[in-house]
C-alpha cells in the first residue's frame, strides 16, 4: 500500500498492511518564515519517511494578526517566550475583530502548506494545525486562568471575540485546503480538559464555534480533533465530524485507546508518550508502548502517533525504532 493507501484505509477502518505512523516537532529556531518551516519539515520527514505529515507551526502564529508576539532567544530548539500580549483587561475583548485570512502569519501558513505539498509525494498526506477559536482567545492573555475568569466575569465580551476569530479561521480553513492540505488537525490547547472547563461548560462556550470551523473544512478527508492535556473531555466530542481522534492516550488520566475504541467511531491516532518513553534513553519504552498499542487496537483504526508534539532532541534512535516496528508489522494480527 501507499502512505495515502495506508492512512485512508486505517481512516475507514478496513484493512491495512501495517499501522502508518508518523510524529511531529517544533523546530523553534526555523519557524518564523513559510520558506523555513516547510524546509525543516521536510528533512524531517525524509529522515524518517513518516506516513503522513502534520504541518506544525509555530503556536502563536494563530494570534500574530491581534497583536501577540513572541521573543527567541537565538538558541536552536529552545522554545521562544512570550513577549506581548493584547488582552490585559476584559474591555480589551472589544477590540478583537475579524482578520484578513490570508494576509500576515496566516497568509504564511497558507503559503507553507502549498510549497510543502508541492514538495512532498502525492502519496503522502498532509494535515496543517489549527486551534479552536477558544484556544486561539487563550493564546490571547497572558495565562488561561485570565480567560477562564472571564467566561464568567464578562461573557458578552468574550462571545463577541470568539466570533470575530471565527469569522476570521472559517475562511482560512478554506483557504488552507485549497492550498493542498488533506485536512486540519484542529487543537482544544487547554480548554477541553475538567482542570479547567466542565463538560457543560465547553458546549457552552467552544463547540459551536469548533463546530463552525469543522463546517469550513467538511468534505476534507483528514480532519483530526486533537484533544490535549490530562483529564480531558475527549468523550464529549463522539458527534464531531471528523476522521479520527488524538490525545495523550498514556496519560492515566485519559481514556486508553481501548476504551475510545470501544466508544468513539473515528480512528484514534497516539499510542506513544513524548514526554516519557520517546524520552528514554534506548528504544525499549517506546517499543512497549507501541506493542501495547497495538495490542489495544488489534492494528485496526489506529494510526501510531505521539500524544502530542515531540520535545526537540527527542532520541533519533527511538523514533527510528517506533517506525522500524510499524514497518515490520504484519497485519492482520493473528
Sequence with gaps: MTSRERVWAALEGRAVDRPPVSFWGHFYHRESSAAELVEATLEFWREYRWDWVKL????HCHVEPWGVRYRYPGVPDVKPGLESWPVHAPTAWAHVTPRPPTAGALGEQIEAVRLLRRALPAEVPLIETI?????????????????????????????????????????????????????????TVDWASADLLTPAQYRAWARPFDLRVLAAAAGAPFNVLHVCKRRNLLFEFGDYPVAAFSWATNDPTNPTL??????????????????????????GAALAEYATALAETAGCHWLAAPGCSIPPGTPAENLHAVRDAAASTRLPIS
Design 131 to 187: 486551534f479552536t477559536p477558544l484556544a486561539v482567545l487563550g493564546e490571547m492573555v497572558e495565562t488561561p486562568g485570565e480567560l477562564r475568569a472571564q467566561l464568567d466575569s464578562h461573557p458578552g465580551l468574550v462571545r463577541g471575540a470568539l466570533e470575530a476569530v471565527t469569522a476570521t479561521y472559517e475562511p482560512f480553513v478554506r483557504e488552507v485546503l485549497r492550498a493542498g492540505a488533506d485536512g486540519i488537525y484542529f487543537a
Design 258 to 283: 481501548r476504551e475510545a475504541l470501544g466508544r468513539l467511531r473515528p480512528a484514534v491516532m497516539g499510542g506513544i508518550s513524548q514526554d516519557g518513553a520517546l524520552q528514554a534513553a534506548g528504544p
Design 56 to 59: 506544525n507551526p509555530r503556536k
